[in-house]
């Protein structure tokens, strides 16, 4: 079972992407993985998850602190590194059962090695161990330290900046514009440098003779506002083993082994790790659509969170997943703030959410590549079936643990208020039947739209997790009138035609091409292809798996034949644009009996970030990053698809359909408080048993 992803060679031209394949995570910080000379120019990133800035009027994102771990060699005044010369050999690694980084590189003078890692068990904590061996006796200067020079996206974040220095140990403190304060502690054991006011950096000037070794060990502490950044150093390696040990125990409720397919159960291994690397079990946050690999998406929460992640974690950790519910449960003022700034009441979800919950969407999301202008999107006042997807989310929670605690906690107030949005943002006919006019649902290509498959079918979800799940004799006079006009509303269905649901009203009647004909018309390999004068905006061609997503989601209310038709009708339509559609076919392939497919949709999701191979711009703006929803999706399309993993109250069953050169699937989650191990075979028999200790 391979669990280590290697890469030799050093091609610059990788070092964005390979920032992201060899992240680190661990849920409060990230650390992309770029090597120990790379600086900002390489998009070096020391991520911190859930707190967020804006300079100017600028896009408020998520913080990048000070990069702890910069560390350049020269000899004779020149710099010696992978910027400046090409390696004898270069090799990285990531274990990601361990969760550890490594590098070793070969220059003719000397060999650089290192290990580093952001510890699961206290997660303030990144350590990094770098050694250097002189090849040849030589003369050495090293620099190392704290580099204040951040790559952000949209900052300077850090309005103050005031470092103190120690022997071998620099206290750095940033007020944002904002006016947060953090601070960074970090200590440099094994060599003692001199700290060069000139440079910034500790410096030191040694000689080695040949075979001869020296070794710097880091580690930093992460504080935000008044937290101490003092902390118990029991040494090195006993801070590496407790990192190790933590993060294999968050591994073992939700590991998978796959036999009969190699790459898949190394892919699989690796999506799971991207996304267990996110959770956060201390503080309730959520998670962003980049995770903790960069700013991208302004380091925002969108839905990605709630259909893909919450269920990825409501088996592998479902404190986790309560955390992300009850994110929303705090934030649920920002989108009350938000429906009332628009004209509604209600609950109107931030489309991309931060901290408080407010919007951080903005208008001039897209820009077109070639000039530079803004391409407006409605995106954060249009796509209103994030707040479906969030109810969605509670009832899916509710029904896999049972824990209905949630709603005491503030999950009925958030569904009824949610419920309570539709009703006010919905039209009701002549009939007294609601149809939704004016918004966009997943496939972002066409914007508003009238009653949108996704969004109605998911509405009339929402209505369906109130009637399931809230007891209206828990309610006041007022909620229990709005209980009733919700539980009698009649939601419009997607019109259809020959059992196809039609995306939207009037999207029968436009251009019918296939993605094959539409790529033929790009001019620019970035090009929006949505927005005002998209290429498919006029078109059938769709962004992602929009009333396949809600087939998905709903299997229970939707039939095979109607599965099937919608299926085969949207398939040739769909670019697959967005990284989270391929999963939602995964699912739906697997239902249909067409295996061969399912599985390529799913190797589609579950390489992602290994291959690379996705979309890095939207019109002109970077998007790159990891892709959390696809990585988890991954998983979901390997669980709740191939195996028919269904959890009800406690109870799980499986429906087994592997493709043919697959014999075995063992895999692991956590079900009411217990851990558990699944055997499923080939031939359709499968084993559910506590796992052993
Ligand atoms: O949430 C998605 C959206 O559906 C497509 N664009 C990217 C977002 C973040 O992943």
Known sequence: MRRVLTKNGYDREDVIQDGNRFLLGNGHLGYRGTLEEHDKDDLTGFILAGVYDQHEDDWRENLSLPNPLHFRVYQDDEEISLRTKAPLSHEVQLDIEKALFHRHTEFEPFALSSMRLLSHDDDSLLLEEITLRANKGGTFRLEYGLDRDIADMHGPHFRETWVEIGANCILFHGKT??????????????????????????????????????SLRIIAKVCE??????????????LKS??????????????????????????????????????????????????????TYKGAIFWDTEIFLLPFYVLANPIIARNLLLYRINTLEGALT??????????????????????????????DPVTGETVITYFGTKQIHISADIAYAFDRYIEATGDASILEEGGTRVLLEIARFFLNYARADEDGVYHIDDVIGPDEYHERIDDEAFTLGMARRVQQTILRRVDPEKLD???????????????????????????????????????????????????????????????????????????????????LQTVRKNYIYYFSRTEHGSSLSASMHSLLAVRLGRLEEAYDFLRASSGIDLRGANKLYAGGVYIGGTHPAANAGAYLGLIYGFLGFRQKQGKVTLDVHLPSHIRKVRFYFMNQGTRYEGLAYQDGHYEIKEAKQ
């Not at 006016?179 to 040694?206: C, N, P």
């Not at 397919?261 to 956060?280: K, T």
């Not at 509604?344 to 999301?365: I, P, T």
């Not at 009037?506 to 539409?518: P, T």
């Open 225 to 238: 506002e008044d937290e101490s950044t003092a902390f118990r150093n029991s040494g090195f390696e006993d």
């Open 338 to 367: 938000k429906a009332k700034s628009l004209g509604f009441e209600g609950a109107y979800y931030a489309w991309e959410s931060q901290d408080s919950g407010l919007e951080a969407c903005r208008a001039d999301n897209v820009t």
């Open 177 to 214: 514009n904002e006016g947060k304060t953090l601070h960074v502690r970090a200590y440099y054991e094994g060599i003692e440098g001199e700290y060069d006011g000139k440079t910034r950096f500790f410096s030191k000037t040694l000689t080695l003779k040949e075979g001869e070794e020296t």
């Open 242 to 295: 407790r990192s190790i040990q933590a993060f294999q125990k968050k591994l073992s409720a939700i590991a998978v082994e796959i036999d009969g397919d190699e790459e898949l159960d190394f892919e699989m291994a690796y999506s799971i790790y991207h996304a267990l690397i996110l959770g956060d079990e201390k503080r309730v946050r959520s998670i962003a659509a980049r995770g903790v690999s960069g700013q």
């Open 477 to 559: 006079e007022e909620s229990r009138g709005l209980y009733q006009r919700i539980i009698s509303a009649k939601w419009a269905s997607p019109k259809e035609k020959e059992g196809i649901y039609e995306e939207f009203d009037g999207y029968f009647a436009l251009e019918d091409v296939d993605v094959a004909m539409l790529k033929k018309r790009v001019k620019n390999p970035q090009d929006y292809w949505g927005g005002k004068n998209g290429i498919a905006t006029k078109t059938t061609v769709i962004k992602q798996a929009d009333v396949i997503a809600l087939l998905a989601l709903c299997p229970e209310d939707y039939d």
